[in-house]
């Protein structure tokens, strides 16, 4: 059984730095590229960065770049997104998700989110 868990989100600060990590069991970690989504109130779904099974390609929204990584141990089985610089937009929760294809629409595996509140 797949497993996709997003470590704690949490309250913290316009211009704070928030580590999120995500860890995943039951598949073959490097097999997958891997996500972080994001959803804010009465909004859709969107990607925030993605990277592909080795680490060596990386995308991010343009509202993110620059503040956010996106990075993985395969070791571990575990993605990371660190965020620095932090805005009340960046206000949502977040998602990991697990995809066979780099940054696909189409994601396999989903975790359950984890609340990211940025206050001002």
């Known amino acids: 059984q797949v497993q996709v868990a997003e470590s704690a989100g949490g309250l913290v600060q316009a211009g704070d730095s928030l580590r999120l990590s995500c860890s995943v069991s039951?598949?073959?970690?490097?097999?997958?590229?891997m996500a972080w989504f994001r959803q804010a109130p009465g909004k859709e779904r969107q990607v925030v960065s993605c990277?592909?099974?080795?680490?060596?390609?990386?995308f991010y929204a343009a509202s993110v770049k620059g503040r956010f990584t996106i990075s993985r141990d395969n070791f571990k089985n575990t993605l990371y997104l660190q965020m620095n610089s932090l805005k009340p937009e960046d206000t949502a929760m977040y998602f990991c998700a697990a995809a066979r294809d780099y940054c696909s629409g189409t994601q396999d595996y989903w975790g359950q989110g984890t609340q990211v509140t940025v206050s001002s």
């Open positions: 039951g598949l073959t970690f490097d097999d997958y590229a």
């Open positions: 990277i592909d099974w080795s680490g060596s390609q990386t």
